[in-house]
């Protein structure tokens, strides 16, 4: 059956249940993603720190946000506190680092696992209520986090920041980008596949159906409180291990960097990216981190090192981040996911488009 | 269809500009700016008299004719941002020093920059980016590649409460007066909380338990009644201006009159006109004469500068923009230093820095205070300059209290 792909179709077949639900819908698909991974393996070979840096960038919110898009895309719930989760995640690795010596390597894991526990216990409630008054307690837990960042000095060195020692398995030291960007993808292909594989699964299915209709799901024998918390507690570990690979990268954690602003922009990168999509996560993520450096080197370019035009570009940049995404909420609700499904459609059929 | 394709590639195309290329024989140099985001009210004078002085420098002659080949770029206080910013000079632009900003982003680069040897010149005065070595015990990194022109936040906070006891004898208050420490809980306001708190229970002063206010501007009557019932005669402000300008006038609201204090960042002349009578009486460290004090010399160099992007010169530029020259000229006077002996390196510059003794840059009298760096000891000075400040129905004053020189304990160096 595998041949039947080599040729162009007019259409896709599907005749088994494994086929419906495969990962890759396309030999092609399949192969692509195997040599972007292979093509990532080798980047750090040619590719300049600069653009290293916004790979590592995208790799760790793309994880965090994709953890977010398990509770807004999936299961349809809403959480306006996923950068408090993703600060208590770097925390909670810094801190089992610094403390018991334990190496990166352990801790980042480690550190998902608390942040899981946490959202659990969040979850309890939240689980509970849904709509405006979810909105509400989710960022209720985003300012206590905040709050508990820079008052408990015991894990968080209070509003000084933790230091966060360089990756280690050892003694080996992962303490540049060349080497910092193999962890981050690692974690990248390892959390997006458990991602799309737990969609697949009986609990990722409980979770679309809680979404789609919670009161059909709740008939259907799904437990919705249970699904709802579980829900956040995935999401937390996402947040929480994006939030580790995070700290471990900067060296430095600050309570200052997990405000209300970053989970908005968590919530910015699923909606460009497109809910309920992993992969739309990873093109939503990477259109936020690259959207600000390709309008800076524009402002470069144009303001040509005059600084009151810089100064003024500057605004007209923060500015267009804005601009993009209502642009998408009117033009591309659906996301870059949808987009991307409209451009394979439209080279599917090239040149016979009708 | 075929714009979104367009869109892709121009994206691609704009993004391979952003790692291009810069001229190698210059002098390349970084300019991290907050133009955008919440410190922008203070950033955004800084940064331009960075911008400026880095234009003047090129425009005399730049170091010894070598043309200085800098980069400014808004960071919008994201410290992730300025990492990835500092990521791309690295691999481009290669600078030898830094101009940078921000609590959050300066501590983050602490440790790149000393693996790349980059003198970093940051607008953080944070105690712990004083100690180049990790000798002291308070230091959880040394920072040896970190500068700083002016006293650091805890030595601000030193200095006031210093002054705050003089006062309180020169008025011949009885019984012991209270300091209280006032400020949101983030980084930047506590950075001098628990150094201060100390010096002052060494001078005399029953310490309260500190007040919380927002740093964004908001309400603050219900932390000024509190401020009130505490019974505190001197008040410490850790926010910055746009924030302690509500907190006055709630208090004002309430009767709430101590003596505050204000740290750098937290009082200028945009916050004294906001304030109005407010404000009067508020005992700030000024690090530079003000735009119209014309007697200091260095003066006339400031207005020269300032015409870089004001050619007219009538616009007023506020004390944030004097001191955004003074860390500007110090690297240069450091770069002139280093060009003397060799090559401009990024461990020359350092290594120049570090034989400045009560050092004043060329041109910048008056302007600029003397500062120290020693390779054990990175606070540039220790000297605060304290006014307190009267808004006069619009012509406002500000009137010098004391200079108090605060000791440089080898106990407080990083704290």
Redesign the interface.
């Known amino acids: 059956m595998a041949s039947a792909h080599s040729r162009m179709n007019c259409g896709e077949f599907r005749t088994t249940y494994q086929q419906d639900t495969t990962i890759f819908p396309t030999p092609l698909a399949r192969r692509t993603a195997i040599f972007s991974v292979i093509f990532l393996l080798v980047a750090p070979y040619f590719l ?7 790979g590592i ?1 995208i790799g760790y919110y793309g994880i965090a946000a994709l953890g977010l898009n398990m509770v807004v895309g999936f299961t349809g719930q809403i959480s306006l506190g996923h950068a408090a989760f993703f600060g208590f995640g770097a925390f909670a690795s810094a801190w089992l680092n610094n403390t018991t010596g334990l190496p990166v390597f352990f801790c980042i894991p480690l550190a998902g696992a608390m942040t899981m526990a946490l959202g659990l216990i969040v979850g309890i409630p939240a689980g509970r209520i849904k709509g405006l008054y979810l909105a509400i307690a989710t960022l209720a837990s985003q300012y206590i986090l905040e ?1 508990f960042f ?2 408990a000095e015991w894990f968080t060195g ?4 933790a ?1 966060a020692n360089p990756f280690s398995i050892f003694g080996f030291e992962f303490d540049n ?1 060349q080497r910092y960007f193999y962890v981050v993808l690692f974690y990248v292909v390892v959390m997006f596949l458990l991602g799309t594989n737990l969609m697949r699964s009986r609990d990722g299915r409980a979770f679309v159906a809680v979404r789609d209709h919670y009161l059909s799901a709740e008939i259907m024998g799904i437990n919705l409180t249970k699904y709802r918390i579980l829900s956040f507690g995935i999401s937390s570990l996402y947040a929480g291990i994006g939030g580790a690979l ?1 700290a471990h990268y ?3 954690v ?4 997990f405000t209300i602003g970053l989970s908005i922009q968590f919530l910015g990168m699923i909606i460009i990216g497109g809910l309920g999509s992993v992969m739309g996560t990873l093109l939503g993520t990477a259109f936020m981190v ?1 959207l ?3 309008m ?6 144009i ?1 040509g ?4 035009l ?2 003024a570009l ?2 007209i ?2 500015m267009a981040i804005g601009l993009a995404i209502i642009l998408f909420l009117i033009f591309e609700p659906d996301g870059l996911a949808h ?1 991307w499904r ?2 394979k459609a ?1 080279w599917k059929l090239y040149p016979f488009s009708y | ?1 075929r714009k ?2 367009m869109l892709g590639s121009l ?1 691609v195309a ?2 391979a ?3 291009g290329a810069f001229a190698a024989d210059k002098i390349p140099v970084g300019h991290l ?1 907050c ?2 985001g919440p410190t922008s009210d203070v950033g ?1 004078p800084f ?2 008299g960075v ?2 002085a880095l ?1 003047y420098i090129n425009k005399t002659g730049g170091i010894n004719g070598k043309l200085l080949d ?5 960071y ?1 206080y994201n ?3 300025a ?3 500092y ?2 000079w ?3 632009l290669k600078p030898v020093a830094i101009q940078g900003w921000g ?2 982003d300066t ?2 680069l ?3 920059i000393a693996k790349d040897k980059v003198p970093y010149f940051s607008a953080s005065y944070s105690g ?1 980016l004083t100690d180049p070595t990790g000798k002291s015990p308070k230091t ?2 040394p920072a040896p590649y970190n500068f700083f022109y002016g006293p650091s936040y805890s030595d601000t906070c030193r200095g006031l409460v210093q002054w705050a006891a003089d006062d309180w004898k020169a008025k011949g208050s009885k019984g012991q007066p209270k300091f209280i420490h006032m400020g949101a ?3 930047y ?3 001098p ?1 628990a150094a201060c708190a100390a010096y002052a229970e060494e001078l005399g002063f029953k310490v309260l338990n500190p007040i919380v206010y927002s740093l964004k501007p908001a309400d603050a009557k219900a932390q000024c009644l509190t401020l009130k019932d505490s019974g505190a005669n001197y008040a410490y402000l850790g926010n910055t201006a746009g924030s302690n300008i509500s907190l006055l006038n709630s208090c004002r609201t309430v009767g709430a009159k101590p003596q505050f204090l204000a740290n750098v960042w937290g009082w200028d002349e945009n916050s004294i006109q906001a304030a109005k009578e407010a404000g009067d009486g508020v005992a700030v460290f000024v690090g530079a004469p003000t735009w119209n004090d014309t007697k200091p010399p260095g003066m006339k160099t400031v207005r020269e500068i300032s015409k ?2 004001d050619p007219t010169g009538k616009t007023y530029r506020n004390l944030h923009y004097m001191r955004g020259i003074c860390s500007t000229f110090y690297m240069k006077e450091a770069m002139l230093i280093a060009d003397k002996k060799g090559e401009i390196t990024g461990q020359s510059i350092k290594a120049a820095m570090e034989t400045m003794v009560n050092f004043v840059p060329a041109g910048l009298e008056g302007v600029c205070s003397p500062s120290t760096w020693t390779s054990e000891d990175h606070r540039g000075t220790t000297s605060v300059g304290i006014y307190t400040s009267l808004y006069n129905g619009g012509d406002f004053q500000l009137n010098k209290q004391a200079t108090i020189e605060v000791p440089r304990r080898p106990e407080w160096l990083g704290w």
């Open positions: 300049n720190p600069y653009y290293l840096n916004l960038q709050d820079s008052r209070g509003s000084y920041g230091m980008d995070f900067l060296g430095f600050s309570a200052e960097g690259l600000p450096e390709v800076e080197a524009g402002v470069g370019l303001g090192g005059s600084s009151s810089i100064q500057a605004y940049r923060e987009r409209m451009i439209y | 269809m979104s394709i994206l704009s993004l500009f952003a790692g700016a133009y955008t955004g940064g331009n911008a400026d234009g800098y980069d400014t770029v808004d919008s410290a992730p941002r990492v990835a910013t990521k791309k690295m691999s481009g609590t959050a501590e983050a602490v440790k790149f712990h959880k990194t809980n983030h980084p306001p506590n950075a909380k870089m992007s």
